[in-house]
């Protein structure tokens, strides 16, 4: 069974201050690992597709890395705005449905 | 491009009433999903559809249906609510070309269910 562990569950920073948001799975062939961004009251928003260990993408304040066992959000110089709930996805290639697994999300707040 | 819409926003239910959870997508996308979302459980899904006339469940499909008549639309139908039906509904859709990569999920706006 595929099983995708965020961490931690939530995060709380000073504007300014850098961190990394955690994503542990453990698949059965990784077809693809995706990175969601989601704000109160609304749904997730795509931010990054990685698909093989070593790669990696970034955007604006954000960079995504992958390895064999896990992917790593990280936030350098976090403005309030980056507050919000960061979900990770997996997709495995064996299985056939291709239907992604979901973490729990991490609840990243950062203060001014 | 509107994307994928939902209806109703908001929604009140006795136990024991029906109701249609309306999604739409215009983007030609063949896979569609309905997930619900508890606080801090994350994604649970609920049912999907890899084209229009196929579904299948979910995780968590009981006391839920839906049908997949077309491609732009799913409806997802509770029958007989119940209070643990309570949560945020959300419709998403997503396209694969099935030796291809499958692209990411694009999200509706969600449906706050409350069952009293």
């Known amino acids: 069974e595929d099983q995708v562990t965020q961490s931690p569950e939530a995060l709380r920073l000073q504007e300014g201050e850098s961190s990394s948001l955690n994503c542990s799975y453990t698949v059965s062939g990784l077809r693809g690992l995706f990175w969601y961004r989601q704000d109160p009251g609304k749904g997730p928003e795509f931010l990054f597709t990685l698909y093989s260990a070593g790669e990696e993408k970034e955007k604006e304040r954000l960079k995504a890395t992958l390895t064999k066992k896990e992917s790593f959000l990280h936030i350098t110089a976090p403005k309030p705005e980056d507050s919000a709930t960061y979900l990770c996805a997996v997709q495995a290639s064996e299985g056939g449905s291709y239907i992604p697994t979901f973490g729990r999300g991490t609840s990243l707040i950062v203060h001014p | 491009n509107a994307g994928v819409t939902q209806t109703p926003k908001f929604r009140i239910l006795k136990i024991g009433q029906s109701m249609t959870l309306q999604c739409t997508q215009d983007m030609n996308h063949n896979y569609m999903y309905w997930y619900r979302q508890d606080p801090g459980m994350g994604l649970k899904l609920i049912y999907y559809?890899?084209?229009?006339?196929?579904?299948d469940k979910g995780e968590v499909p009981n006391g839920y249906n839906v049908s997949r008549s077309t491609t732009e639309d799913f409806p997802l139908r509770l029958e007989l609510a119940a209070p643990s039906q309570t949560s945020v509904y959300f419709c998403?859709?997503?396209?694969?070309?099935?030796?291809?990569?499958?692209?990411?999920?694009?999200f509706g706006p969600g449906t706050r269910l409350t069952v009293l």
């Open positions: 559809s890899v084209g229009a006339g196929i579904t």
């Open positions: 998403a859709s997503s396209y694969d070309a099935g030796a291809q990569v499958h692209n990411e999920q694009f």
